[in-house]
């Protein structure tokens, strides 16, 4: 992606074109891409707890394939980047978001019927921080926030609804170990104030 200036001062962000540096491996074009996600928060509840927050992940229309349903963001990683970087700029050039790369979802084996062809295709979760009025591909795919269990019910590929089952596992797994964590830590500061209360007792008798 490039960013292209025009006669009025203005700056346009314009999408990467060709294939002469897409990577393959074993004859398999390498294929990396990101879930999109943010947290909503309850009306009901104006503070921002875990109980009130709901996971969103945005999804786009395929360009190639329209009407026939939903999927994230991804692209060709090619030679002179990193997958984090591959990953983030495809998701900014189809969805029109930026925000921080997380650590890797895994990695998926699929068949692109379009092209017959096999693909090794990598996931990122990606948290949102802005959301752009004019992307490179505004013109061409809708994006939508939905939630998880939207998600799964509109998007077309099999490999990245796993990789949606990943990530929620994921944020499950984290949150339970807060709360462990939490309730740890609430144990400890409930014997040392028992200690306190003894010892001041003793020193008063």
């Given at each position: 992606?490039?960013?292209?200036?025009?006669?009025?001062?203005?700056?346009?962000?314009?999408?990467?074109?060709?294939?002469?540096?897409?990577?393959?491996?074993?004859?398999?074009?390498?294929?990396?891409?990101?879930?999109?996600?943010?947290?909503?928060?309850?009306?009901?509840?104006?503070?921002?707890?875990?109980?009130?927050?709901e996971?969103?992940?945005?999804?786009?229309?395929?360009?190639?394939?329209?009407?026939?349903g939903?999927?994230?963001?991804?692209?060709?990683?090619?030679?002179?980047?990193?997958?984090?970087?591959?990953?983030?700029?495809e998701?900014?050039?189809?969805?029109?978001?930026?925000?921080?790369?997380?650590?890797?979802?895994?990695?998926?084996?699929?068949?692109?019927?379009?092209?017959?062809?096999?693909?090794?295709?990598?996931?990122?979760?990606?948290?949102?921080?802005?959301?752009?009025?004019f992307?490179?591909?505004?013109?061409?795919?809708?994006?939508?926030?939905?939630?998880?269990?939207?998600?799964?019910?509109?998007?077309?590929?099999?490999?990245?609804?796993?990789?949606?089952?990943?990530?929620?596992?994921?944020?499950?797994?984290?949150?339970?170990?807060?709360?462990?964590?939490?309730?740890?830590?609430?144990?400890?500061?409930?014997?040392?104030?028992?200690?306190?209360?003894?010892?001041?007792?003793?020193?008063?008798?």
């Amino acid at each position: 992606m490039v960013a292209v200036v025009s006669q009025e001062g203005r700056v346009a962000l314009v999408s990467r074109t060709g294939r002469h540096l897409q990577r393959y491996n074993k004859g398999r074009r390498q294929v990396v891409g990101c879930i999109p996600y943010r947290y909503k928060y309850s009306k009901q509840s104006p503070a921002k707890d875990d109980e009130a927050k709901e996971l969103e992940v945005l999804v786009i229309t395929s360009q190639s394939q329209k009407g026939k349903g939903m999927l994230f963001p991804k692209g060709g990683w090619e030679l002179d980047e990193s997958k984090e970087e591959a990953a983030s700029r495809e998701t900014l050039e189809e969805a029109g978001v930026r925000g921080i790369i997380e650590s890797e979802l895994g990695k998926w084996s699929f068949r692109s019927k379009s092209h017959d062809a096999y693909y090794d295709g990598y996931m990122f979760p990606l948290r949102v921080e802005e959301q752009l009025d004019f992307w490179p591909e505004k013109n061409l795919r809708q994006r939508i926030w939905v939630s998880v269990k939207e998600a799964r019910q509109v998007c077309q590929h099999l490999w990245m609804k796993e990789a949606l089952d990943r990530l929620v596992n994921r944020f499950a797994s984290q949150q339970q170990q807060q709360q462990q964590q939490q309730h740890h830590e609430d144990q400890e500061l409930g014997s040392v104030l028992k200690s306190t209360r003894t010892n001041l007792e003793y020193l008063y008798v």
